[in-house]
């Protein structure tokens, strides 16, 4: 379950091992997350820091109460915490999980989601390496994590301007071949044909061009690299975290009852894509050829420093922005 969070995109959550059973639905109960609330997190909070004894509400009841809108949907505050008490915080914190047998054991396991751009440096120089490893962790004192447990993305991107850049589809091995440079050909192949450690992501459904996503599980072992994710930025022009017009359609969609609603959408996105090719007074949407593995921390300045140009030459594709928005244009329509 989420706990807390120490900056804008971080989220720590805490793991409760004994309530894992297989096959078994991994959702906590209301009645145990009130025990979590009352027993343990609340009396937690309290007893580190008892002047902020009247910012927790009292009871989990009243906590959800406060947190509901008249339509019933959710709408979460936070409370802060002092920093120089976390570390007593959690000691007491796990203390009193102890009392119940399927709450031991807990852990907290800390995660940074969507850092892109935020750590931009170049990959070539070693001061701007490190400098942008320690902005992204200038929250944490490393001194206390174990390099070994914490893994981090690391990426390249590439960009021509005016223009979308596109993998192909055929490169997809010299790819894998310059990451997993200890992986053997058989190795590699392996990694190709296996359902579940290759997975292509077409784009705009032109089986020439696309990215992937790749986990090589023991064939990376050797490189230290657990995923790998390759794609392009035009994504950016249609993906949305709430259901919006650009969600994934069912086939009830096209019914007489519904197909009116779709054909508005359709006629937005077709909208949108025209913009994104340009006009004479707005500039084509550029998307950019992307990169990212994940390694160890203790790797992660020391890997993807550079993209070989035989690399770039035989797995990048370039289009100019109105030709290629104007194809993804056609395949909508």
Not at 46 to 69: A, F, G, K
Not at 257 to 279: H, P, Q, V, W
Not at 299 to 316: E, G, N, R
Request: some cysteine; hydrophobic content about 40%; glycine content about 6%.
């Amino acid at each position: 379950m989420a706990l807390g969070k120490a900056d804008r995109r971080h989220v720590t959550r805490i793991f409760f091992p004994g309530l894992y059973k297989k096959g078994q639905s991994p959702g906590i109960t209301a009645d145990l997350r009130a025990f979590i609330y009352e027993k343990a997190l609340r009396p937690a909070a309290i007893e580190v820091n008892p002047l902020d004894q009247s910012r927790w509400p009292i009871t989990y009841s009243t906590l959800m109460t406060l947190s509901r809108d008249v339509r019933g949907q959710f709408h979460f505050g936070t409370i802060d915490f002092p920093v120089q008490l976390l570390r007593k915080f959690s000691t007491k914190l796990l203390e009193k999980l102890e009392i119940r047998d399927e709450l031991r054991g807990a852990f907290f396991v800390h995660e940074l989601r969507g850092t892109k751009g935020g750590s931009i440096h170049n990959p070539g120089s070693v001061e701007e390496r490190r400098a942008a490893i320690a902005g992204v962790f200038h929250i944490f004192d490393r001194n206390l994590l174990n390099e070994e447990d914490w893994v981090v993305d690391v990426a390249l991107e590439v960009r021509h301007e005016g223009h979308v850049l596109q993998w192909l589809t055929k490169g997809h091995r010299r790819i894998l071949e310059f990451i997993l440079q200890s992986a053997s050909a058989e190795q590699i192949s392996s990694v190709l044909s296996s359902k579940a450690q290759y997975h292509l992501d077409l784009s705009a459904q032109l089986g020439d061009l696309g990215g992937f996503r790749a986990l090589p599980s023991s064939r990376g072992a050797a490189d230290s690299v657990s995923y790998i994710n390759v794609y392009t930025t035009d994504k950016s022009a249609t993906y949305q975290l709430h259901e919006g017009i650009f969600r994934r359609r069912k086939a009830w969609h096209l019914f007489p009852d519904n197909i009116e609603s779709l054909l508005k959408d359709l006629t937005r996105i077709a909208s949108s894509f025209r913009e994104c090719a340009g006009n004479a007074t707005l500039a084509g949407l550029e998307a950019n050829a992307r990169l990212e593995i994940r390694v160890p921390l203790r790797l992660a300045d020391k890997v993807l420093m550079q993209l070989p140009d035989p690399l770039i030459q035989q797995s990048l594709a370039t289009f100019d922005c109105p030709t290629f928005w104007r194809v993804v244009l056609d395949v909508t329509s």
